[in-house]
């Protein structure tokens, strides 16, 4: 493959060789250095292939060996910038061609997250532009190891990251740890523990402050339940002052949660009718062209664009885009929901509520859901029995404990 490019480079001619010692010729050639290749021989007369520098120096060969050269066949580079020498729009062309390549080397078309769970795609995308990173950039432009340490340092939970750029991509792998996000820095601001909803206490165990309440105890919402504020008694059991503390502790309650949801009965509905229509989509940069049948008017139609970026090879990526586009002509009416629909949204929406409050490390002990309708309206009503942690750190606005005065009296 390597010669037949060199070969083409240098352009190629095809001889016909006839005369009387075309022996000597072909050693003539031989010590001479000069390459032939594809050499055939028929009813006298040979056929051979050499480069066009080669066929300058071998004048003085076919003298020497009383041959007669003829040349058959012309290819490659030489001859083709030969004949296409007056076409100098197509010359410049391709040379522009090779020229927007480069170009659109030197710039990243693409970026790419991989083993990121908790944060999203748009969310380091976001992040990114922020920092100024985004497609279009220049690749000289991007700090990798820089932008290693800002990644890390913006996103606690990101315990290891490693960008690199591969062709006109940037790929950024990360690594995350969960554990992280669960673990809550320690509160150093005095504070107290109040109730963030009513229940009655299960479990109690205190860190640091004073206890308020007790298990057993009905608390409502906002009640302190570990005081920060910690008195200072002297060998008398006198309070001689107080101590204004982070208060901490584990506290679990028993509560009643409830919620109502209410929407209307009628809605709107849309349904495919069935036809289908097909068309090409390409975008290059802003520019978006939609090859597609126009709509007619009065009619609702649901389009789905399938893209694909594209690309030369490997991760050289253009600013180019193209898919397919898939247009379903549909229509809308309105009716009321029937009584298994209404059944299903609101078990549906029950399911969530659960489901929220289970992420919130509740436990759920009881559960009921009603569904009730009217002339124009349904309304989901639930409630779930469950018990939880309560409670919530609260800063001690007054923060400036008492000082003691132990100054003997005058």
């Known amino acids: 493959m390597y010669l037949k490019v060199i070969h083409a480079l240098k352009g190629i001619v095809q001889i016909q060789l006839t005369g009387f010692s075309p022996e000597r010729f072909f050693n003539l050639c031989s010590s001479g250095g000069i390459e032939i290749w594809n050499l055939v021989y028929r009813e006298g007369t040979y056929w051979f292939c050499m480069t066009l520098p080669d066929f300058f120096k071998i004048r003085a060969y076919a003298r020497k060996a009383n041959v007669r050269l003829r040349v058959t066949e012309k290819r490659g580079l030489p001859f083709f910038m030969n004949k296409n020498r007056k076409r100098k729009l197509y010359g410049l062309g391709f040379i522009s061609f090779f020229v927007l390549l480069y170009t659109l080397s030197l710039f990243i078309w693409d970026i790419t997250f991989v083993g990121n769970y908790h944060y999203t795609d748009n969310t380091l995308t976001k992040f990114l532009n922020e920092q100024g990173i985004a497609c279009g950039i220049l690749k000289r432009g991007i700090d990798c190891d820089e932008l290693e340490g800002i990644i890390r340092t913006s996103f606690p939970e990101i315990t290891w990251v490693s960008a690199r750029v591969s062709g006109t991509r940037l790929i950024i792998q990360v690594k995350e740890n969960e554990v992280l996000s669960s673990i809550e820095k320690a509160e150093e601001i005095p504070c107290d523990i109040v109730a963030d909803s009513a229940g009655t206490i299960t479990y109690m165990i205190v860190r640091s402050g004073v206890p308020m309440v007790s298990v057993g105890d009905n608390v409502e919402q906002g009640q302190i339940l570990i005081s920060g504020t910690v008195p200072v008694t002297n060998d008398s059991e006198e309070v ?61 139609w649901r389009t789905v664009t399938e893209e694909h970026q594209l690309k030369l090879f490997g991760d050289f990526y253009l600013p180019v885009w193209w898919g397919e586009v898939c247009s379903r002509e549909a229509v809308s009416y309105e009716r009321y929901y029937t009584k298994e629909e209404l059944e299903a949204m609101g078990n549906e929406i029950h399911e969530i509520f659960l489901h929220n409050l289970s992420e919130k490390g509740v436990h759920i002990i009881e559960n009921n859901v009603k569904i009730l309708e009217d002339a124009s309206l349904c309304h989901v009503e639930g409630e779930a029995i469950a018990e939880g942690p309560v409670g919530r750190p609260e800063e001690i606005l007054n923060n400036m404990a008492p000082k003691t005065d132990n100054s003997p009296e005058d």
């Not at 679990?252 to 009718?273: E, G, Q």
């Open 240 to 300: 001689v002052g107080v101590n204004l503390v982070a208060a901490d502790g584990d506290i679990r309650a028993r509560s009643v949660y409830s919620y109502r949801k209410t929407f209307p009965l009628l809605h709107t509905v849309i349904t495919d009718t069935g036809r289908v229509k097909k068309g090409l989509m390409v975008k290059a940069g802003n520019f978006t062209a939609r090859l597609l049948l126009p709509d007619k008017k009065d009619t609702l």
